[in-house]
Structures are given as structure tokens and as C-alpha cells.
């Protein structure tokens, strides 16, 4: 007799057929260089929607660097300026250190040596042995997560029992699409706020559905309000910036900070707001003498290096403001 476990995964995989997001591009089988580019799209995914990586980031990126040998011999400013706008840029500094690993050797097939290269978690290992090699491995991400909580009703359940459950789960015939599935339940289906388990594929086997309350994990702080001082200094044609040595931004180019106290005779050109990690920030933006700024670790670069520089995404809405500002032209 069937299994529920096997009831279950046909329940999954059928209503996937119908429904999944078979068309998005790092899912096509035939793809070249296919494991690259899994794992290229699943490193722009962390931390960003699948819209922004679609429509922006990740076939500009494979046509510039189409596989690991290209982007080993990149300079970190050519990887970051595809990344600019995609945050968290440490991802592209650990992508470079990767390929200048795996450049000559192509990448592991196995989740277990994946795991071993730099900005490679457990989950990233698992889906690039799977969508990129066809491994019959399960792994966990924080939408597979949720579901595997609801459907087990598993409070606070540590990491090494999710993952046996999604082992558990696994349907071992055609992992593929069983774990492409459990993702796009989990993006469509069982979200966070507004789960619709009324039609939910696999809603007659979830044990947590009518307890989803008792089951929901706590949010991180995302809230943490901050105010930033920035300084616009043009002169000759030429803007100031400064390269960033901080672990969030760095290599990337930014506008220099001024303190608060230096900022009350200024001219202030607009407030910005711009949310990062947890903060929110308050940015003012002020027209400043060099002088304001003479002690940090500016350069000025002339304003038609700012569309081949690689910048913050903040620095990138200060530019915008300033165009709109007329402030830019030379
Ligand atoms: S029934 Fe509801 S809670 Fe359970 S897996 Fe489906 S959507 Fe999620």
C-alpha cells in the first residue's frame, strides 16, 4: 500500500506540474554550464527577490563572466559593479574566491565538498548538487523550513531535526522537481504571513495547519532607526568619494560622512531613506566645502567615472537625487 510519505510527494509533484515556475531560467535542464549557473543564481537569491535577480542581475552576469575561469581572472571593481544594487556584496567577494578555487577543477558535484568553499552553506551545497548535478539530496532553506515546521508541527525544532525531515520527505525518484516544488510552495503557497492551506496540495497531511500561531518563529528586529551625514563635495568637475573598508560594503565607493555637529551651516539638497541589515536609516545629503571633509579618505574621480565605478546602493540613491537635483553636470 501507498505510504502517506509517497501520497504526500505525488500530491506535491502534481500540483507542481500545474503550477510551478518552470520557467525561470536557472531551472532549465539545458542551460550551458549549468551547475555555474545554479550557483550563480542561487548566491544572487540569498537575501534577494527572484524578480530583481530575473530582470537585472543574473543574465548580465553570466554573459559577462559565463563561467568560473572568466570570473576568476575579473578584477573585484568588474565583479562588483555587476553586483551594485544586489547588496550583501560580500556574496560576490566569496563568488570570486570560489572560482579562483574550482577555476581550473570545474565545481564539485558533491554537497558534502560544496559546502567546503568559501560563502557556501549547507543549503546552497545541497541545491547546486541538486538543480546543477541532478544528487538526490534534501536540504533546507528558510521556506522549506517553514513548511516542514507546519507540516510536522514542530515547535522550535533545531536545525539537525529539519533536516532530517526534509530527508524524510525526500522523494528519492525525482528530487529535482520534488525540491523545486517544496521551494515554490513555500514562495506561493505556505508563505509567512497568509498561508492558503485551502488549497494547498498537501494540506490533508499537515498535522501543524490549525495551529500555525503556536508555530511561528520569531522575527528578527529590522527596525533600528539611524541618522547618516553625507557629504556632496564637487570641485572641477570632480566628486569625492571614498572606497569603503567596512566588511558590508567593502570595495565599494561611497560618499564620505561628515559629523552632525559639522552639518548645521550647510546646505542640506534632501533626506533620503534607505533600509540596510537591520537599520533604518535617516540620510542627509549636504553640499560640503573640501575642507569639511579634509581628514577622511576621499579622492575625488571625475562625475562620468560614477557609471563605471562600482557604488553603494545608497550611494547609488544619492545620485539619483542629485540628478534630479541638477547637481551633476560638469
Ligand atoms: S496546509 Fe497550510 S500550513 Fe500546511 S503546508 Fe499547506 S499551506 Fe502550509
Known amino acids: 500500500m501507498e505510504s502517506q510519505i509517497t501520497k504526500l510527494q505525488n500530491s506535491l509533484l502534481v500540483w507542481y506540474c500545474s503550477n510551478g515556475r518552470h520557467s525561470l531560467p536557472w531551472r532549465n535542464k539545458t542551460i550551458p554550464n549549468r551547475a555555474y549557473a545554479v550557483l550563480i543564481s ?96 534534501s536540504f533546507v532553506d528558510s ?13 522550535n525544532p533545531a536545525q539537525k531535526i529539519l533536516e532530517e525531515k526534509a530527508r524524510l520527505l525526500l522523494n528519492k525518484k525525482d528530487s529535482f522537481n520534488h525540491n523545486q516544488a517544496l521551494l515554490d510552495l513555500g514562495a506561493l503557497i505556505c508563505t509567512a504571513k497568509s498561508p492558503k492551506c485551502e488549497i494547498c496540495p498537501i494540506s490533508k497531511f499537515c498535522q501543524g495547519k490549525n495551529h500555525l500561531q503556536a508555530l511561528a518563529t520569531k522575527k528578527q528586529m529590522r527596525n533600528l532607526k539611524k541618522s547618516l551625514y553625507l557629504a556632496i563635495c564637487i570641485k ?16 565599494l565607493y561611497n560618499f564620505p560622512e561628515i559629523l552632525q555637529k559639522d552639518s548645521t551651516k550647510l ?21 560640503v566645502p ?26 547609488l540613491k544619492v545620485i539619483k537625487l542629485l540628478e534630479v537635483k541638477s547637481l551633476l553636470k560638469p
Open 42 to 137: 542561487e548566491i544572487m537569491l540569498q537575501q534577494t527577490q527572484v524578480k530583481v535577480v530575473l530582470e537585472r542581475y543574473f543574465f548580465p552576469f553570466l554573459e559577462k563572466f559565463p563561467d568560473l575561469e572568466t570570473l576568476s581572472q575579473a578584477t573585484e571593481e568588474e565583479v562588483l559593479r555587476l553586483w551594485q544594487g544586489l547588496g550583501y556584496y560580500t556574496r560576490a567577494r566569496n563568488l570570486q574566491k570560489l572560482a579562483k578555487i574550482c577555476a581550473k577543477t570545474g565545481l564539485p558535484k558533491e554537497a558534502e565538498s560544496l559546502v567546503k568553499l568559501p560563502g557556501i552553506g549547507a543549503y546552497t551545497a545541497g541545491a547546486v548538487a541538486c538543480f546543477g548535478y541532478n544528487q538526490c539530496v
Open 143 to 155: 521556506n522549506i523550513k517553514r513548511i516542514l515546521i507546519r507540516l510536522f508541527a514542530l515547535k
Open 236 to 251: 572641477d568637475s570632480k566628486i569625492a568619494l571614498v572606497k569603503s573598508t567596512q566588511k558590508l560594503y567593502y570595495g
Open 267 to 287: 546646505q542640506n539638497i534632501g533626506i533620503l531613506k534607505h533600509a540596510y541589515t537591520k537599520y533604518n536609516l535617516s540620510v542627509h545629503c549636504y553640499i
Open 290 to 315: 573640501q575642507h569639511i571633509i579634509a581628514n577622511s579618505k576621499f579622492k575625488f574621480f571625475p562625475l562620468d567615472a560614477l557609471s563605471t565605478l562600482p557604488l553603494s546602493s545608497l550611494a
